[in-house]
């Protein structure tokens, strides 16, 4: 690997990757869908995204299917209450809250959710330093 080399999250659905990624960029400001490219059956090939400036890539897994995880998770920094609560309320329907949100040592807000897909976020509003 040179310098160059860019590590980008990879997620894999089963089924609902054109449908995650057009409701993930709507979340979040900053957001685009760059491509998609469809197998013969309609669903995602390989499908590149921003959120909040940040690449992702996904797919749609026809052949397996590997769940998500709470191991690995989209850890999000929120620059106000109103956004944090926005992004909950958003991400825990028809999801679960695995922590609810609420105050922290280290955050003002914190949560973890996973997605009605089966994404885990973890939606944290740093506390402010003094």
Not at 4 to 17: D, H, P, R
Not at 40 to 46: E, F
Not at 121 to 128: A, H, R
Request: glycine letters at 4%; hydrophobic letters at 45%.
């Amino acid at each position: 690997m040179n310098a160059s080399s860019k590590i980008t999250t990879f997620l894999m659905f089963s089924g609902q990757a054109e449908e995650a990624i057009r409701w993930y960029t709507s979340l979040f400001a900053d957001s685009a869908i760059q491509h998609v490219f469809y197998q013969d059956n309609g669903k995602v090939l390989h499908a590149t995204f921003t959120l909040n400036g940040q690449t992702f890539m996904a797919i749609d897994n026809t052949s397996a299917y590997h769940a998500f995880t709470p191991a690995i998770s989209l850890f999000v920094d929120c620059e106000t209450t109103d956004e944090i609560a926005r992004l909950f309320e958003a991400l825990s329907t028809e999801g679960e809250v695995l922590m609810p949100l609420a105050a922290s040592p280290v955050s003002q807000q914190f949560a973890w959710v996973q997605d009605r897909y089966g994404v885990n976020w973890q939606l944290n509003l740093p506390k402010k330093e003094d």
